[in-house]
Structure formats: C-alpha cells, structure tokens
C-alpha cells in the first residue's frame, strides 16, 4: 500500500519467487533479452492486434489500451517509497542474481542500465507498419524492428501509454540515486 493506491498494483506481486522473477527479467532487460518468461502474468489478456491489407498492416491503436492499466499501476507507484525498498531488499536482490551466475553485489548498476535501457525507447508514430512473423508482427521500421525485446514492448504500448511508463521510470531512477547518495 505505500508504493501504490492503485488496486491492481496487487497483481504485480502475485509470483512465487517474486524477487529472483523480478531480478531475472531486470537482468534480461540489461542485456538486450527477452523478460516475458518472467512476467508474463503482467501481459494483458487480449493480443496485439494490426490492421489493414496483409500488404499494408498497421498497428491498430486499439489495441493500445490493452496496457492501460499497466500504465496506470506503473504510474501509481510512489518512485521514492520504490526506491527505497529496492535498497532495504539489496541484498536479496543481490542473492538472486548470484543464483543466475552473476557477481554479488552487481545488481544495482545492472537495475541501473536497464532503467537506461528502457528510458532510451525512442518515439514511435501513433501508427506504424507492420509485417507478419511466424506467430505475431515484426516492425516493417528496420530501426524499430532492431530495438531490444523489451524496447519493442514498450513501443507496442502506444504512445501515450510508452510515455507515462518511460516518465515513471526516470523519476524512478532518479529516487533510486537519490536514495543511494544518502545511503
């Protein structure tokens, strides 16, 4: 409740081993992977969908609220209170992303680069073109197409939604610094 007074906020947390997910798809997103192994209980439950001659597809702006909500509990959450805990749990992150292979105590500056990561998703138009994957939808946009699995994510959210995301992240960041000076 001191994160967010957003109801669904709840259904974020809902994963056993909610820490080691969460460290597991920060690690992803550090590395230019795909972290929807670990939170796929956050996708919505409707698919992206495009529209448009098979020649011609196009995003379809409807289906940009499929993440409104996400958006909305991204929004909600409280960076200061989020930052803060992320240093009280340091250590259990940093037990969890030893248990990945990696060294201890170098989970803060892999949190660090992928909020970089995400916060350096570009702009996308309103709507873009599309081309048909084997079971989903590639950006026809080589430069959209070439961006990182959570990237395209983010860019899938629409604009509005990509943009209340990205902000919550950089006040995230820069709670998550602060914090961090003060030790």
Not at 53 to 61: Q, R, S
Not at 171 to 182: D, G, T
Request: a positive charge.
């Amino acid at each position: 409740a001191a994160l967010s007074a957003n109801r669904d906020f709840v259904r974020w947390l809902i994963p056993d081993q909610l820490i080691r997910e969460f460290v597991a798809a920060v690690d992803n997103i550090a590395q230019d992977e795909d972290p929807m192994a670990h939170i796929r209980h956050l996708a919505p439950p409707t698919r992206f969908q495009a529209m448009g001659p098979k020649t011609a597809l196009v995003a379809d702006p409807k289906s940009y609220h499929r993440f409104d909500a996400f958006a909305g509990v991204a929004a909600s959450i409280d960076a200061t209170a989020a930052a803060r805990l992320c240093l009280n749990l340091g250590p259990l992150f940093d037990d969890a992303y030893a248990e990945l292979g990696h060294a201890k105590g170098e989970f803060h500056p892999t949190l660090v680069r992928a909020l970089g990561r995400l916060i350096a998703t570009p702009a996308s138009p309103r709507r873009f073109d599309l081309v048909r994957q084997k079971v989903s939808f590639g950006f026809a946009d080589p430069q959209l197409e070439a961006l990182a699995p959570a990237q395209k994510m983010l860019i899938r959210m629409g604009p509005e939604n990509r943009a209340k995301v990205q902000a919550k992240l950089e006040e995230f960041r820069a709670a998550l610094e602060a914090a961090n000076r003060a030790g």
